[in-house]
């Protein structure tokens, strides 16, 4: 069964604070994605990467960094977390050239920065 | 205006009724269009694939896209209360390697 897990389902943060929200997946999927899920506004991609150690800004990439240094595991990275980086995080794995090119997604950690 | 439109709802039905989800997109460079289903408090799954235009069915689901109107549904058949949860329409150029997502539709089915 594919599986992606990301390391805390709730996380309470302060204003400042520097925030690390890990991501792994077990399906040896070259492509991992990072996404924020806000209402109204649906999930917006912030960082995604093709392989270790390389990365691409998605469409809301301030604010945010991101780390691949193994296959299995991508790190989203908030240097200095703000209120309005509240929200539902989501991380997702793909294989390129999969028959239907299905995103799996991990459960999503909750966000909250005070 | 976004490049991807979807009613966000809410949607309630009665159990056994046909559900109506729909997005349009103003991109004519997508191809393949997807529908994921989220439930509350889980991360989205994928539902139904499909590349181009035409139609595609899985046991009570139905996806259809009509490119040339830059549209596409996903009827539910047979609505059951398991069905309730917010479903996403994700389309992409080249594959899924970077979706462009609707904000959601969340729909509730009565017993």
């Known amino acids: 069964d594919v599986k992606v897990t990301q390391s805390s389902r709730y996380l309470v943060k302060r204003t400042g604070e520097k925030v690390f929200l890990e991501c792994v997946q077990d399906?040896?999927?070259?492509?991992m994605f990072w996404y924020r899920q806000d209402p109204g506004l649906g999930l917006r991609l912030i960082y995604f990467?093709?392989?270790?150690?390389?990365?691409e800004k998605g469409d809301i990439p301030e604010g945010y960094s991101v780390s691949r240094e193994k296959k299995e595991r991508f790190s989203l990275i908030l240097e200095s977390a703000s209120t309005n980086q509240t929200s539902m995080y989501l991380c997702?794995?793909?294989?390129?050239?999969?028959?239907?090119?299905?995103?799996?997604f991990g459960p999503g950690t909750r966000l909250t920065v005070l | 205006q976004k490049e991807v439109e979807q009613d966000p709802g809410p949607l309630s039905v009665p159990e056994g009724a046909i559900v109506s989800l729909n997005c349009t997109y103003s991109?004519?460079?997508?191809?393949?269009f997807m529908w994921y289903r989220q439930y509350s408090r889980k991360g989205p799954e994928l539902l139904m694939y499909?590349?181009?235009?035409g139609n595609k069915e899985d046991g009570r689901f139905t996806a259809q896209v009509d490119k040339s109107s830059k549209y596409i549904s996903l009827f539910i058949r047979d609505s059951q209360p398991s069905d309730s949860a917010t479903y996403l329409c994700?389309?992409?150029?080249?594959?899924?390697?970077?979706?462009?997502f609707g904000t959601g539709t969340r729909l509730t089915i009565i017993p």
């Open positions: 997702a794995s793909h294989q390129t050239n999969r028959h239907n090119n299905e995103q799996f």
């Open positions: 399906m040896d999927h070259e492509n």
């Open positions: 990467s093709y392989d270790v150690k390389m990365k």
């Open positions: 991109n004519s460079a997508f191809q393949y």
């Open positions: 499909t590349y181009s235009s």
């Open positions: 994700a389309m992409s150029e080249s594959g899924g390697e970077k979706l462009t």
